[in-house]
């Protein structure tokens, strides 16, 4: 279903335990963003064969539970920082996948680095993003990627903010100012994930209201909800827990000002499913509707620029 409306969806990122919770709140859910990297296997560009062998069941599983609700494509693989060139078979992958599906509505991928030039496994995605160097180099690596990915995916792309565990000084660009030339130059919008700003914060970085107040609000077109929890003395982006009091207040007081925003979603990693509890979960997703409630966006909003 393709929505017409004044205002922001409620979604869920799709995991195993996106169904049975769906099944419990249908009307609640909206949205679904589909992660292609978790549906299938990456054999590597070395692989002996096809590379890509697709999990059972898990596309005829989507195809349903998209049925009626908005869909779009949340990639990690494609690490577009990183200065190696974009690895067009899995974008190709990308674009079959999202062509099975329907289309997706648009693409995003995280503003981190998850590969790294001569790396010794074949497309590891690491667990964890690694900050990436806001300069002119890397703007130019991204621009050109960006480009060529819009072409073969065919829908608006937005790139989302990482979660970071110490701040790195001494930047050219801060990340709201490359993610709004971005933006102003028509490459892309903005995935704003709110709770990793939050983790930022908890790991000595920048007070989130500073980095939302520098973002252009025109760009923003998804937010992201979610918790996490502490480890080792860090504030970790595990997504095993409901969204924290603090986030809730950014996503109140600028969520509003966002007047291209389409969808607001939560995460959660499906091994917390039990732990977080299907009611608490149902109370999340009944508070998304209250915020969506206090948006009133552009209902053409869906393009990047
Ligand atoms: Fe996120």
Redesign the pocket.
């Known amino acids: 279903m393709r929505m017409t409306q004044n205002r922001p969806a409620v979604g869920l990122?799709y995991n195993p335990a996106t169904p049975d919770l769906v099944t419990h709140a249908p009307e609640l859910v909206e949205y679904i963003a589909v992660m292609p990297d978790r549906l299938w296997f990456d054999f590597g560009a070395r692989a002996v064969g096809r590379r890509f062998h697709r999990t059972l069941g898990a596309m005829e599983e989507i195809r349903h539970y998209a049925k009626g609700r908005m869909l779009a494509g949340h990639g990690l693989g494609m690490s577009l920082p990183s200065a190696i060139p974009l690895d067009e078979v899995f974008v190709e992958a990308v674009a079959a996948m999202s062509a099975d599906l329907g289309g997706f509505l648009w693409y995003s991928e995280?503003l981190s680095v998850f590969l790294a030039p001569r790396g010794s496994v074949p497309n590891a995605q690491a667990g964890l993003g690694l900050p990436v160097v806001y300069d002119e180099e890397t703007f130019e690596i991204i621009r050109g990627k960006l480009q060529r990915l819009k072409v073969a995916l065919g829908c608006p792309l937005l790139l989302?903010n990482g979660?970071f565990f110490t701040p790195v000084p001494d930047m050219d660009m801060t990340e709201p100012a490359f993610l709004n030339r971005l933006y102003a130059e028509g490459l892309c919008g903005t995935?704003l994930?709110l709770?990793?700003l939050y983790v930022g914060w908890r790991n000595g970085g920048p007070p989130p209201s500073n980095y939302i107040e520098e973002l252009d609000p025109d760009a923003v077109v998804e937010i992201?909800l979610?918790g996490g929890d502490d480890f080792a003395g860090f504030y970790m982006?595990s997504h095993s827990s409901l969204t924290p009091p603090e986030v809730w207040s950014y996503a109140f007081d600028y969520a509003p000002r966002f007047k291209r925003l389409r969808a607001i979603?939560f995460?959660f990693q499906e091994t917390y499913y039990e732990r977080i509890g299907v009611d608490a979960l149902v109370g999340e997703l009944n508070r998304m509707h209250e915020l969506a409630a206090c948006c009133n966006t552009e209902s053409s909003a869906i393009h990047a620029r």
Request: charged share 30%; no cysteine; proline share 0%.
């Open positions: 990122l995280h989302e979660s995935l994930d709770h990793n992201h979610g982006d979603t995460e």
